[in-house]
């Protein structure tokens, strides 16, 4: 006992705490760039764990261990016909399987959850396997064919749709392009870079913009800003900011007081505000208020059965992986704001702002309200839309109109009030006329 106190004491901690220093401390590296590819945070989970999972293939390495079997044998399949292509082209699989195994430490990087002690070799073949697979079933649905090797059951295009976007399910875009470079001979490519990228928003159906706002990390990334790419002015370095009534140094509370004082869609419709769908080819961020005719113009959106999956994932992503961008989160926060019940949907459905495939008018309402309560107001995009929607209702006219609406509203289905407003318009009819004197009397 006496010698390991001694020996304890002889223990100089300066020494210590520098080997703890030059062994733990100094050999860390900060990553070329900041994992893009995650698990969902906890608190996303509750309720909604199943949106985030693969429900017929799993892409990437997070799930691949869960996969069945008959979806690993389909995408052998689609290895060895990409390979086939490979040779047509000109290229071999020794060429394949250079590139992947290079751009290892690169993919590593991309994932935030990914099994340290996995190899090389089955990372390599998990790329390989899912990057040929993707690419397999983006050809294939641009050839308007179906991929029929090694499944006796064929997967609905929807949920191979919904699972190629969500947030575990993914694969570095980098994998694909090195994929599509190798099928045209190119090691630049922004021919290849395009092409791919058409591919890949025509499996979605979603029409290619003209301008995209960022190079896409992967398939889910290339889908946010397809759908919200918005003309960002040059001087902000691609990075889209809120309107300037949203001065950045005011705080979190200005911009949040924009959004106590919005209305609901049938509130602005009281107030006499028109509400126009508009085209969704320009994006669906492109929301537009006219003062002069008090015209409200939103981008059409199509509510179906993958569109919950599709925004859950599109939320998470935005808040966790795009520091720069709160355009879709501010989308949130805005029809959340236009839809507090029921009636508000229909307001919106008679305006064909939302197309709806399903006719649970109730799951509409709860859409946009439960993913809100996750999203701050910072930054919202569409602050100076907002305030000017709430000064018009503000003013005299619509005021007014509003307030009539309402009266009549609240009474034209009580027939005791009905009828007490006909005794009282009569007997101030009656009043008028014993109260009245001609000249000259």
Same mark, same amino acid.
């Given at each position: 006992?006496?010698?390991?106190?001694?020996?304890?004491?002889?223990?100089?901690?300066?020494?210590?705490?520098?080997?703890?220093?030059?062994?733990?401390?100094?050999?860390?590296?900060?990553p070329l760039e900041q994992p893009f590819i995650r698990k969902v945070p906890k608190e996303f989970l509750n309720g909604h764990a199943k949106i985030y999972e693969p429900i017929s293939i799993s892409i990437g390495p997070l799930y691949y261990k869960m996969e069945?079997?008959?979806?690993?044998?389909?995408?052998?399949?689609?290895?060895?016909?990409?390979?086939?292509?490979?040779?047509?082209?000109?290229?071999?699989?020794?060429?394949?399987?250079?590139?992947?195994?290079?751009?290892?430490?690169?993919?590593?990087?991309?994932?935030?959850?990914?099994?340290?002690?996995?190899?090389?070799?089955?990372?390599?073949?998990?790329?390989?396997?899912?990057?040929?697979?993707?690419?397999?079933?983006?050809?294939?649905?641009?050839?308007?064919?179906?991929?029929?090797?090694?499944?006796?059951?064929?997967?609905?295009?929807?949920?191979?749709?919904?699972?190629?976007?969500?947030?575990?399910?993914?694969?570095?875009?980098?994998?694909?392009?090195?994929?599509?470079?190798?099928?045209?001979?190119?090691?630049?490519?922004?021919?290849?870079?395009?092409?791919?990228?058409?591919?890949?928003?025509?499996?979605?159906?979603?029409?290619?913009?003209?301008?995209?706002?960022?190079?896409?990390?992967?398939?889910?990334?290339?889908?946010?800003?397809?759908?919200?790419?918005?003309?960002?002015?040059?001087?902000?370095?691609?990075?889209?900011?809120?309107?300037?009534?949203?001065?950045?140094?005011?705080?979190?509370?200005?911009?949040?007081?924009?959004?106590?004082?919005?209305?609901?869609?049938?509130?602005?419709?009281?107030?006499?505000?028109?509400?126009?769908?508009?085209?969704?080819?320009?994006?669906?961020?492109?929301?537009?208020?006219?003062?002069?005719?008090?015209?409200?113009?939103?981008?059409?959106?199509?509510?179906?059965?993958?569109?919950?999956?599709?925004?859950?994932?599109?939320?998470?992503?935005?808040?966790?992986?795009?520091?720069?961008?709160?355009?879709?989160?501010?989308?949130?926060?805005?029809?959340?704001?236009?839809?507090?019940?029921?009636?508000?949907?229909?307001?919106?459905?008679?305006?064909?702002?939302?197309?709806?495939?399903?006719?649970?008018?109730?799951?509409?309402?709860?859409?946009?309200?439960?993913?809100?309560?996750?999203?701050?107001?910072?930054?919202? #995009?569409?602050?100076?839309?907002?305030?000017?929607?709430?000064? #018009?209702?503000?003013?005299?006219?619509?005021?007014?109109?509003?307030?009539?609406?309402?009266? #009549?509203?609240?009474?034209?289905?009580?027939?005791?009030?009905?009828?007490?407003?006909?005794?009282?318009?009569?007997?101030?009819?009656?009043?008028?006329?014993?109260?009245?004197?001609?000249?000259?009397?």
């Open positions: 006992m006496m010698e390991q106190k001694e020996k304890s004491a002889r223990i100089d901690p300066s020494i210590e705490l520098l080997k703890f220093i030059e062994e733990k401390i100094e050999i860390l590296e900060l069945e079997e008959p979806a690993k044998e389909f995408k052998k399949w689609c290895l060895k016909d990409f390979i086939d292509r490979l040779k047509k082209k000109g290229s071999s699989k020794k060429e394949l399987v250079g590139v992947i195994l290079g751009m290892q430490q690169q993919i590593r990087e991309c994932y935030g959850d990914l099994d340290h002690d996995m190899s090389d070799f089955m990372l390599g073949q998990i790329m390989l396997l899912d990057g040929c697979f993707i690419m397999e079933l983006f050809r294939h649905r641009d050839l308007g064919k179906d991929m029929v090797h090694g499944s006796k059951e064929k997967v609905p295009l929807v949920t191979l749709q919904q699972d190629l976007l969500k947030i575990e399910n993914q694969l570095p875009f980098s994998v694909l392009k090195t994929l599509a470079n190798l099928l045209e001979k190119s090691n630049s490519g922004n021919n290849t870079t395009e092409g791919l990228i058409k591919l890949a928003l025509g499996f979605f159906n979603i029409p290619k913009p003209k301008d995209l706002r960022t190079k896409p990390r992967h398939l889910l990334e290339l889908v946010l800003d397809a759908l919200f790419f918005t003309k960002i002015p040059t001087t902000h370095h691609n990075i889209p900011v809120a309107p300037a009534s949203s001065n950045v140094g005011h705080g979190v509370e200005k911009r949040s007081s924009s959004i106590m004082e919005a209305n609901s869609a049938s509130i602005l419709k009281m107030h006499g505000i028109t509400l126009e769908a508009s085209d969704c080819g320009n994006g669906l961020a492109m929301v537009e208020f006219k003062n002069s005719t008090g015209k409200l113009r939103i981008p059409q959106l199509v509510v179906q059965e993958s569109t919950q999956t599709m925004f859950w994932n599109l939320l998470v992503f935005e808040m966790y992986s795009c520091p720069n961008s709160r355009i879709f989160t501010s989308y949130v926060v805005l029809m959340d704001t236009l839809i507090d019940n029921v009636e508000d949907v229909r307001v919106l459905l008679e305006a064909k702002i939302l197309v709806s495939r399903n006719n649970d008018v109730s799951s509409l309402v709860s859409l946009f309200n439960e993913m809100s309560a996750y999203v701050s107001a910072t930054d919202f #995009y569409f602050e100076q839309q907002v305030r000017e929607m709430s000064r #018009y209702c503000r003013s005299t006219g619509p005021a007014l109109r509003a307030c009539s609406l309402k009266t #009549y509203n609240e009474f034209r289905w009580d027939p005791l009030n009905s009828a007490l407003i006909f005794i009282l318009t009569i007997t101030q009819t009656l009043f008028s006329i014993l109260a009245y004197k001609p000249k000259g009397n």
